[in-house]
């Protein structure tokens, strides 16, 4: 089935990537480890099949942590400007896609918030908050 690339990249432009649909899932997650690691709220994250994933520059820029008590859970970022990048699951049946570093629309948006039960003391749903253009 032809899929066309979605590309991706970090902040800095060393490391690039691109997956190909179809999306698996797409979620919001709450959890602890997404917390932590995105150092927000909540992660948004893509799931795709390893073979829907590919490194197109910088993959020798990229640390992975595998996170030990976790069973699938790593992180991956950009050694020179910290981004979180995509990491393959301890299984190598998936690869996790942190959607915000993504250059293009996906054109799919999350399906749920998982890991809820977890979520920020703090967090406010966004459609609750007033919306500026700019930094206001
Ligand atoms: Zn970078
Ligand atoms: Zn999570």
Redesign the pocket.
Known sequence: MESKAIQGSCLCGAVHYKITKPIIFFKY???????K?SGTA??A?ILVKTDQFQWTQGEQGVTRFELPTAKF?CTAFCNTCGSNMPWKTKNEKYYLIPAGSLDEDPEASPSAN??WKYHAPWYKDVADLPKHEEES
């Open positions: 997650c709450h959890c602890s480890r997404c917390q690691n909540h992660a994250n859970f998982v890991f």
